[in-house]
């Protein structure tokens, strides 16, 4: 028997559209997993979709849409390096500059959250067993139960090593069985004996903890997730519940990670299984969680969600994003010499540096962390950067507290910022804005009024605020706003109806 080899006529014509890539191929080829190279550069890896017998079909990942620019060359390829399809694609060129070519020479690739994210290197794997080492250690100390979990897992007991192309580590701090609000309360005391480690703690949820890599400039970051016990049932947030006994998981065993030992659940073929499905030992690049809808709602209800759309910004704000500075032109104007004011959602920092070197003493807050980095550039200790993340209550009436007990009356700046906010956490900001603001307090709002014609819920840039909507919001805050302008603005999502306003005090609520 002669072997035959997969694709005897060489590659295929790749016909690259907006929405889709595809060629033609046998009808007795069944869908496949495949990766997508730009330029060279490994962007995405998927599985393909038969639209009829004689097309095969890749969809664009819906993170890569808003750089399709520019020209230049795309390939598919099978997992095993196999060329199935080359072709030139030309998008028209990019204002910003961040078209394909700029994504795959920064060395960007679509995760398996469906997020660009830095490309995993050799490199990074050892930076991340250093940290993952340091984390587990920091929780042992802290009493805490700790194993390695997840794609972490996964790679220890299939190879042992961590996954090719993961660019994180996931540990899990086992509570045994409690309730969920014990849950929640656990995780307050996990995130101060981490940050009394030094560690730098970002709250997905009360089941959720990230701690991002210090030392590397992308998204690299251990997932510190809490497992648990409840009626009988083993959940871990975000996607894991359902029949595992407590023997899979006590007493710990260990597993290896590049020669070195790590702390296990007791069985961890099991755990996996419950996690991936029963055939969770086949490597499946394509692979992609599909939490069910009663886990999600379930985790969600229980732990809340506070780092929604966060990734969403990140890249945006890498994209050059334009500030707005007749908004802190306007704020100016309206207000005394040297008086404090806070720059809620500030971006890159730009409009908080305008109130600086205006004299008003500026505390800028965004819980992007792309943007805390921007904002911090751009001050250069002019005025005071922090990261605060409006989604958690806590978090922003800390904030508030801490500005009472200053003393001074802040006035506050949301340029741009209140309509890409769920209602929730918008009425975290009213709350926050009854506590800060005194009977002389202003706020500065603008944002778009009318729905964009490029609407995706999954991009918040496109969402608005009807101004009845504001009225209906703040009331019950004693709060009340005057509208001192609209105007039209381009923006990312294209031209905007925008709406200035000033908020104000208007009564206890």
Request: charged share 25%; aromatic share 8%; glycine share 8%.
């Amino acid at each position: 028997m002669s072997f035959q080899p997969a694709n005897p006529a060489g590659p295929r014509k790749l016909v690259v559209r907006r929405r889709w890539l595809e060629w033609t191929a046998p009808s007795s080829d069944p869908r496949r997993d495949v990766d997508l190279f730009v330029e060279g550069h490994r962007m995405w890896s998927g599985r393909t979709e038969r639209p009829n017998p004689r097309t095969q079909r890749v969809v664009w990942p819906r993170t890569l849409r808003p750089y399709l620019r520019g020209d230049g060359e795309a390939e598919v390829r099978s997992p095993n390096g196999e060329v199935l399809a080359t072709g030139r694609y030309s998008f028209g060129e990019s204002r910003s500059g961040w078209d394909l070519r700029a994504v795959g020479a920064a060395a960007l690739v679509v995760d398996k959250w469906g997020k660009l994210a830095t490309a995993p290197s050799k490199s990074l794997h050892l930076l991340l067993l250093h940290e993952l080492d340091g984390v587990i250690r920091q929780l042992q100390d802290a009493g805490y139960t700790t194993s390695v979990t997840g794609g972490t897992l996964l790679g220890a007991v299939r190879a042992g090593e961590i996954l090719e192309r993961d660019d994180d580590v996931d540990v899990v701090v086992y509570l045994g069985e409690v309730g969920p609000e014990q849950v929640s309360l656990a995780s307050y005391g996990i995130q101060r004996a981490l940050e009394r480690a030094g560690r730098r703690v970002i709250r997905h949820s009360d089941a959720h903890l990230q701690i991002p890599v210090e030392d590397h400039a992308g998204d690299a970051h251990v997932d510190v997730f809490l497992g648990f016990h409840h009626e009988g049932r083993y959940h871990q947030p975000i996607a894991v519940r359902g029949e595992l006994p407590v023997e899979a998981i006590l007493p710990l065993g260990a597993v290896h990670l590049a020669g070195r030992e790590f702390p296990a659940v007791a069985d961890p073929e099991r755990w996996l299984e419950l996690c991936y499905g029963p055939d969770w030992r086949t490597p499946d690049p394509a692979f992609r969680f599909r939490t069910p809808a009663t886990t999600r709602r379930r985790f969600e209800n229980w732990f809340g969600v506070y780092d929604l759309n966060r990734h969403f910004w990140e890249q945006w704000l890498n994209r050059r994003p334009v500030s707005w500075e007749a908004d802190a032109e306007q704020l100016h104007a309206l207000l005394p010499r040297a008086t404090r004011v806070i720059d809620l959602g500030c971006g890159t920092g730009a409009n908080a540096r305008y109130l600086s070197e205006r004299g008003h003493r500026v505390l800028a807050l965004d819980y992007a962390i792309a943007a805390v980095k921007a904002a911090e550039r751009m001050s250069g200790g002019s005025f005071e950067v922090r990261r605060v993340n409006a989604a958690d209550r806590r978090d922003l009436i800390g904030t508030a507290a801490d500005e009472r007990s200053s003393g001074v009356e802040p006035n506050v700046l949301l340029s741009d910022v209140l309509a890409y906010l769920t209602r929730p956490t918008r009425e975290n900001v009213y709350r926050f804005l009854q506590l800060v603001l005194g009977s002389g307090g202003r706020v500065l709002a603008s944002f778009p009024v009318n729905p964009s014609l490029r609407y995706e819920h999954e991009r918040p840039d496109t969402w608005h605020l009807p101004l009845d909507w504001l009225s209906e919001e703040i009331e019950p805050f004693g709060l009340g706003f005057e509208v001192i302008g609209q105007e039209y603005r381009r923006t990312s999502a294209g031209v905007r109806r925008f709406a200035t306003v000033v908020i104000e005090r208007r009564h206890h609520a």
